[in-house]
């Protein structure tokens, strides 16, 4: 069983930076490929950026490629999403999901072993 807690959202003018976490428990957190998502209000869940199991391959949604980025720590069980550049269309729930395949066509129904609860990040215009 492994959870999932982010951190580091909050509010931030446009133009600013952010960095959430995404900290797993248990001794596995190696063995999954890690997705961010994002829900806005009103919105559907959408990915955002992907890492493989060492970190060696990501990939990024084409609204945030340049802006963010996406990196792990296994020896930490954790991810990391820097996000620069901020902008008012960024504002949502961030979530992370861990799945055991390497998924090249994220989508949140893809049945990832596991979920995050969220961290809201607002920017301001």
């Known amino acids: 069983q492994v959870q999932l807690v982010e951190s580091g959202g909050g509010l931030v003018q446009a133009g600013g930076s952010l960095r959430l976490s995404c900290a797993a428990s248990?001794?596995?957190?190696?063995?999954?490929?890690m997705y961010w998502f994002r829900q806005a209000p009103g919105k559907e869940r959408e990915f955002v950026a992907a890492?493989?199991?060492?970190?060696?391959?990501?990939y990024y949604a084409d609204s945030v490629k340049g802006r963010f980025t996406i990196s792990r720590d296994n020896a930490k069980n954790t991810m990391y999403l820097q996000m620069n550049s901020l902008e008012p269309e960024d504002t949502a729930v961030y979530y992370c999901?861990?799945?055991?395949?390497?998924?090249?066509?994220?989508?949140?129904?893809?049945?990832?072993?596991?979920w995050g609860q969220g961290t809201q990040v607002t920017v301001s215009s």
């Open positions: 999901a861990a799945g055991r395949a390497w998924d090249l066509a994220p989508r949140p129904n893809n049945g990832y072993d596991y």
């Open positions: 890492i493989s199991w060492s970190g060696g391959r990501t």
């Open positions: 248990g001794r596995t957190f190696s063995t999954y490929a």
